[in-house]
T-cell receptor
């Protein structure tokens, strides 16, 4: 399974756009890239998934360059409720996920 | 609504007690479920892969006799922490997915506290 590297923590202010980049240099050809959000004492929650280029949904955008060795989660206009830990994970066909340390995002008023 | 239901959400019990945690897939049949453990301020650690109708596959360092997994139906997997001790106190989370490369759905976790 591809190992991921993310910043341990990030700070932002309400209304700003936040971009979290994840490196996954050894991603396999068949792997998708999925981002999850976790609040304290809750299970992770799916945010967005992509294979390449750009994916956008109602809460976030995901940018994946052609070499797929990294991906960037973009959260537009964050609010205090977006304070959470964000994990990027390549997912293999077995569904097995190996979580890295994640990025703790702190949104300040 | 919730796709995966986990029960109980929290449990406190005495050392030496065995504790069973249930994970139910509500919207689809899950041939595979996953069990994770998370200590405070740490990431999720995969414990085992639960396979319907067959033995679970445990990750290195996870004692299969300590953490018993049963996946007797396509909608239910159970994790039993046998003879629990204070060091087993943790946040246990299950997940499943409808098919490969589809996002996983996680339960809300079970907070286990062993006194």
């Amino acid at each position: 399974l591809a190992k991921t590297t993310q910043p341990i923590s990030m700070d932002s202010y309400e209304g700003q756009e936040v971009n979290i980049t994840c490196s996954h240099n050894n991603i396999a050809t068949n792997d998708y890239i999925t981002w999850y959000q976790q609040f304290p004492s809750q299970g992770p929650r799916f945010i967005i998934q992509g294979y390449k280029t750009k994916v956008t949904n109602e809460v976030a955008s995901l940018f994946i360059p052609a070499d797929r060795k990294s991906s960037t989660l973009s959260l537009p206009r964050v609010s205090l409720s977006d304070t959470a830990v964000y994990y990027c994970l390549p997912s293999e066909n077995t569904g097995k996920l190996i979580f890295g340390q994640g990025t703790t995002l702190q949104v300040k008023p | 609504g919730a796709v995966v239901s986990q029960h109980p959400s929290w449990v406190i019990c005495k050392s030496g007690t065995s504790v069973k945690i249930e994970c139910r897939s509500l919207d689809f049949q899950a041939t595979t479920m996953f069990w994770y453990r998370q200590f405070p301020k740490q990431s999720l650690m995969l414990m085992a892969t639960s396979n319907e109708g067959s033995k679970a596959t445990y990750e290195q360092g996870v004692e299969k006799d300590k953490f018993l997994i049963n996946h007797a139906s396509l909608t239910l997997s159970t994790l039993t922490v046998t003879s629990a001790h204070p060091e087993d106190s943790s946040f246990y989370i299950c997940s499943t997915t409808g098919s490969s490369n589809q996002p996983q759905h996680f339960g809300d976790g079970t907070r286990l506290s062993i006194l």
